[in-house]
Structures are given as C-alpha cells and as structure tokens.
C-alpha cells in the first residue's frame, strides 16, 4: 500500500483479464502509476471474461505450444517472468475472472491481489486457471485470504451476476477512444475493451481512456491533463524502498521500472544487482519465479 495520503481524485476503471499476456506485460507501468500516484488513484476492476470456454481458442488454433512459443517470441521483450513449458491443454478464463468477482464481493479490496495471484499462476506455471483445485492452488500465495470462501463462491448466483456485469460494462467500447485507435476487440458479438484498458475519471467529470496496452508516458499524460494539482511521487533512490511499499513482492521488471527516473527506459540490469544485494545483504528475500524471481522485503 502507499504512504501517500492522497484523496482519490482520479478514479481508474480497469479492464483486464488474468490469463491476457499484453494485461500481464503491463504490470510495470501499473507498478509505477501505484508508486508515483499512491492513493490518489482509486482503482476499480473489471473483467473482461476472455472466453468462457476454451473451444474457442481450439478452433482459433490456439495450441499450449503455440501460446507458449508466441510468449518467447514476443512478450518475453516486456521483462515480465514467463514459463517456457506447454500446459497440458488450453485453459478458458471465465473461472478466474469469476474469482476475482468472488473476491470483490466476499473481500472488497483484495481482488487485485487475486488478480496478481492469477496473473503469475498463468504465466509461471503449468496449473489449469479454469480448474478449481488449481485456482486455489495459485491463491494460496495471497497471504490471510479465504480461500475456500472464494473458490466455493465462484459459481453462486451473485458472482455469476456481477460477472456478467462486468462483461456487459466491458463490452461497451464501441465508437470510443480504445476502438478509434484500433485497440478494441471483437470476439464474442460487441466491440470490446482490450486487456489492460484503462479509464481514467476525475473528480470534476473529465474521462480520458488508454485503451490496450499502452506505455507508462500515455497513462502519465493523460493524468497530467487531468489533474495537475496531484502529488506526483519522485523514483526512490534505493530498490528496498520500492520493496518497503509493496510488502506483496516486485519482479525484477517493475523494481526496474519504478526505480527509472521520468519515464525513462529502465535500467533491469542496475535494479536486479541492487536487488541480489538487498538479499545478500539479509534485507530482501528472492524467490524463484519461471525465468525471473519475485522480491520481498527479509
């Protein structure tokens, strides 16, 4: 959590779906908004429920080796950790997305520590994110939540509800922004919100969208165009600080990307020896995660 004390003033409606490798590649620039805005970004997080079953990625094509081989091909560049091991099979996302809505429902607040959860289970490992057993294997990692609660809960009416809501609130990106500049879908009937589409709303009814995966300096300008009386937070001189404010742990990419000043290229290199110091040191704790590792604080 910051330590800002900011007063929400931009709220930040956040459409993504966990097993979406552009929502994933992302996570550095989201890591830096969080460092530099703090509080001052209210976040809200919406589902876009990518397939709800995974046939339709089957007669797409899609197979676990393909999808692996485009991760090494292309989205290996972003820094984010990847395995490059096939799953058994391919998965459909509807499962995730409707944990996430359980959580939000059952623990308002925590669902974006599902939606890490998630994100690194798809991405990390071979477990099968449409199947319970494995959803709550890949939860487990959310420390002090309910588990059971939440996997019990994906398929009551309420979830089910809210879900479709999502979808429906997802679905809407028709003639907007996102579809304007080529960045929305169109899957499954209406033109969608892509993953990671972010909607930025002010306090004073200005909505500025950033609609699929975009760069830290889109996200960057468009706050600065709508609210440039916020308290923008400087890069920390030192990667334990970037540690200190996210107790839940930093990949190598983002402490990278928090710790570059000004939306400058980060330096991955420069972060992770800072980072095996920190753990030499007995400060920081690595633990291995596909390619990369996830640090936290000893």
Request: glycine share 8%; charged share 25%; hydrophobic share 40%.
């Amino acid at each position: 959590m910051s330590t800002l004390k900011g007063t929400g003033k931009i709220t930040v409606t956040h459409f993504t779906d966990p097993g979406c490798p552009f929502a994933y590649s992302a996570s550095p620039a989201l890591a830096v908004l969080r460092w530099r805005y703090g509080d001052q970004l209210d976040w809200r997080l919406v589902t876009i429920g990518l397939a709800e079953d995974p046939q339709r990625y089957i007669d797409a094509g899609y197979t676990p080796t393909r999808s692996t081989i485009g991760q090494q091909s292309y989205f290996k560049r972003f820094g984010m950790p990847l395995l490059m091991q096939p799953r058994e099979r391919v998965s459909a996302t509807s499962r995730a997305c409707r944990a996430i809505v359980a959580t939000r429902l059952l623990f308002p607040g925590r669902e974006d520590e599902v939606l890490r959860a998630l994100q690194l289970a798809w991405f990390t490992t071979t477990l099968l994110l449409d199947e319970d057993a494995d959803i709550a294997q890949a939860l487990a990692r959310v420390d002090g939540l309910d588990v059971d609660a939440v996997v019990a809960a994906i398929d009551v009416p309420e979830t089910v509800a809210g879900y479709e809501d999502d979808k429906q609130q997802t679905r809407s990106a028709e003639g907007g922004p996102t579809d304007f500049q080529g960045k929305a879908r169109q899957t499954d009937g209406p033109v969608r919100y892509s993953a990671p589409s972010l909607i930025f709303h002010s306090t004073a009814g200005q909505r500025l969208e950033a609609g699929g995966f975009q760069t830290i300096e889109a996200y960057d300008v468009l706050i600065a165009n709508l609210d440039p009386t916020l308290e923008r937070e400087a890069p920390p001189d030192e990667a334990i600080e970037a540690l200190r404010r996210f107790p839940d742990g930093l990949v190598t990419a983002e402490v990278a990307a928090i710790l570059a000043q000004n939306n400058q290229l980060p330096d991955r290199d420069s972060a992770e020896r800072a980072l095996i110091e920190l753990v030499g040191s007995g400060a920081a704790r690595r633990e291995a995660l596909a390619d990369d590792a996830l640090w936290t604080l000893a």
